[in-house]
């Protein structure tokens, strides 16, 4: 039978792929924790690499996708900007994996909890925002708002944990090259929240122009 939501694009196959690319974003976070409540074993990249390499093959999916694709139900540059804002988050978390490896030997004493809780909490909302697409209208907004804000609060405690950091780091009490290591890898936590928030703040701005 001929679909007129076919045609435009109600069962548009788009949500199901940014969904799939916040779930990998997640996961690439969820195996970085693991990383970070067991700082005394050295990881290898592989888990990264294989989650960071799972999100590029979506995203170009979603690149494949629209050029076949008549009709979307979200504008294909919003489309093409949360794809490519997605793909950042296990982008960075991989650039943090390489560093810590690198630097594991002077680092292994170094308390990444508090990082862990921020993380968590942040990717969780992305996955939580970018199943809101799938059925835009009335309550929508309300909702993107509500979940942004606190994508928002998480970032400005990540900011307020950073200069925590940074100041116990200066301090005095270590090593020059362990302060280089950890500020590095403070700085590239800090960054994949920083990526979350770009995608809240994109996925809130879909969700306000299809409201």
Same mark, same amino acid.
């Not at 979200?74 to 093409?80: K, T």
């Not at 403070?186 to 879909?206: A, F, Q």
């Given at each position: 039978?001929?679909?007129?939501?076919?045609?435009?694009?109600?069962?548009?196959?788009f949500?199901?792929?940014?969904?799939?690319?916040?779930?990998?974003?997640?996961?690439?976070?969820?195996?970085?924790?693991?990383?970070?409540?067991?700082?005394?074993?050295?990881?290898?990249?592989?888990?990264?690499?294989?989650?960071?390499?799972?999100?590029?093959?979506?995203?170009?999916?979603?690149?494949?996708?629209?050029?076949?694709?008549?009709?979307?139900?979200?504008?294909?540059?919003?489309?093409?900007?949360?794809?490519?804002?997605?793909?950042?988050?296990?982008?960075?978390?991989?650039?943090?994996?390489?560093?810590?490896?690198?630097?594991?030997?002077?680092?292994?004493?170094?308390?990444?909890?508090?990082?862990?809780?921020?993380?968590?909490?942040?990717?969780?909302?992305?996955?939580?925002?970018?199943?809101? +697409? =799938? #059925? @835009?209208?009335? &309550? !929508?907004? *309300?909702?993107? $708002?509500?979940?942004?804000? /606190?994508?928002?609060?998480?970032?400005?405690?990540?900011?307020?944990?950073?200069?925590?950091? +940074? =100041? #116990? @780091?200066?301090? &005095? !009490?270590? *090593?020059?090259? $362990?302060v280089?290591?950890? /500020?590095?890898?403070?700085?590239?936590?800090?960054?994949?929240?920083?990526?979350?928030?770009?995608?809240?703040? @994109?996925?809130?701005?879909?969700?306000f122009k299809?409201?």
């Amino acid at each position: 039978m001929f679909s007129l939501q076919k045609i435009f694009g109600k069962d548009d196959k788009f949500f199901s792929l940014l969904e799939a690319s916040a779930e990998e974003a997640r996961h690439s976070v969820q195996a970085l924790n693991r990383v970070l409540s067991t700082p005394d074993k050295v990881p290898t990249l592989t888990e990264f690499r294989q989650s960071k390499e799972a999100d590029r093959k979506i995203t170009e999916q979603i690149a494949h996708e629209l050029v076949r694709t008549f009709v979307t139900q979200l504008e294909r540059e919003d489309i093409e900007l949360l794809s490519a804002a997605l793909h950042k988050i296990p982008r960075t978390v991989e650039k943090f994996a390489e560093r810590f490896i690198i630097s594991a030997p002077m680092v292994r004493d170094a308390d990444f909890s508090r990082h862990i809780v921020l993380l968590d909490a942040a990717t969780l909302l992305v996955v939580q925002m970018t199943k809101l +697409l =799938r #059925e @835009l209208g009335a &309550g !929508r907004l *309300d909702q993107a $708002k509500a979940l942004n804000a /606190k994508l928002q609060q998480l970032e400005g405690e990540a900011d307020r944990l950073i200069l925590d950091m +940074l =100041r #116990e @780091l200066y301090s &005095g !009490r270590y *090593d020059p090259t $362990k302060v280089m290591a950890l /500020k590095d890898l403070y700085e590239l936590l800090e960054k994949v929240i920083d990526r979350c928030r770009d995608v809240g703040n @994109l996925i809130t701005h879909i969700v306000f122009k299809n409201s």
